[in-house]
Nanobody, 121 residues
Framework: QVQLVESGGGLVQPGGSLRLSCVAS????????MGWYRQAPGKQRERVAT???????NYADSVKGRFTISRDNAKNTVYLQMNALKAEDTAVYYC???????????????WGQGTQVTVSS
């Protein structure tokens, strides 16, 4: 079994910062891409940022220059540093990992349960 658990969400004022973490655990052989996605009320889930196992990153235009994704491969952990937060960043943030589980020959996507980020004064 593979599990992803996010942490670090909360309530922050506009202009503030938060750091999200996501740890992948279980019977994992390998993880390639990891990423953060978000879903605001009434909207579709959207990609925020992704990072490859080699460290190549990709960001949504709406967060470029404000958010930074990073990972610690030894800890199977991905982070999202969010600065200069805006009200429109309010959403449930989910992490995703492309994982090769033990006793499997196929990579597949796993999702975390989500963590709420609310930006409000």
């Amino acid at each position: 079994q593979v599990q992803l658990v996010e942490s670090g969400g909360g309530l922050v004022q506009p202009g503030g910062s938060l750091r999200l973490s996501c740890v992948a655990s279980g019977t994992i052989v390998s993880i390639t891409n990891m990423g953060w996605y978000r879903q605001a009320p009434g909207k579709q889930r959207e990609r925020v940022a992704t990072i490859s196992s080699a460290g190549s990153t990709n960001y949504a235009d709406s967060v470029k220059g404000r958010f930074t994704i990073s990972r610690d491969n030894a800890k199977n952990t991905v982070y999202l540093q969010m600065n200069a937060l805006k009200a429109e960043d309010t959403a449930v943030y989910y992490c995703k990992a492309f994982v090769l589980p033990k006793f499997s020959t196929t990579y597949r996507d796993y999702w975390g349960q989500g963590t709420q980020v609310t930006v409000s004064s």
